[in-house]
């Protein structure tokens, strides 16, 4: 595994010289954010050695690396899944490739259902922390040690200077921004009511499909971890509504805007703390 990751890299390295600071993960309905990025590299999953194609549908499975401001940056556009069935490693192989390209921090983006009745559509909610309700974990096997440790310390998976970094950029750009603590299930079904229900119990204000797997080798790898998740609708039971991925989508489109404005701000002042 260490070694096909060394191998993805050095493919990437010889098409886009430059170390990316900043590596991005795009959720579902969130792949325009890309359109910010100056001079950008884009390289398809398909060209590079042992990643997986993306097989959902608003996800574009693409690496783009360029800047935006003074920082480079590495976006993963579109993610694998669980629920697509491929091997938790699988699923994790791109954020392990972009910590070999050398970046230190990393931002998980997603679309999640709002568990918390203080939520509305279009929210946008910084991850405080996670609950791993996959019944996975993408470090079972044996450890490799290249990598990060056996026994990785989660008790600040997300990192609480760059949470602060977010709120304040969200502050001064008068963005409306929550704080949540997100459950990331297995899928590829939508929750029942009582689901959710059992999730707000356990202190869930959220809930997605994707990010906890990235959350948790990230954290292996000892990088710094930030989380965004747009609450593209009121979970299951909450309102008198069917879930639809078309209705998913549609919103996460809505908040683009926002999304980027937020997004560009924090990155530019991690550019501005050289902490990247
Ligand atoms: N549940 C699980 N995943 C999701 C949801 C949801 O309600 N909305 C967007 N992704």
Redesign the pocket.
Known sequence: MFQQIKKAATHIQALHKTRPQVGIVL??GLGAFVDIVENPTIIPYSEIPFFRDTTVEGHEGRLIIGRIGNVEIAILQGRFHAYEGAPMEEVVFPVRVLAMLGIEVLVLT?????INTKFVSGDLVIIEDHINMMAKNPLVGTNISELGPRFPDMTHAYDLDLLQTLQTVAKNKKIGIKKGVYAG?L?PT??TPAE?RMLRILGAD?????TVPESIAANHLGLRVAGISC??????GIENVK?K?ED?KAQALKVMDLFKDLLEGFIGEIGNKGNG
């Open positions: 959720g579902s997603n679309a999640a259902g709002g299930v899928g939508y929750e959710i959220m809930v997605g499909m994707s609450i593209t609708n009121m979970a299951a879930l991925h998913v």
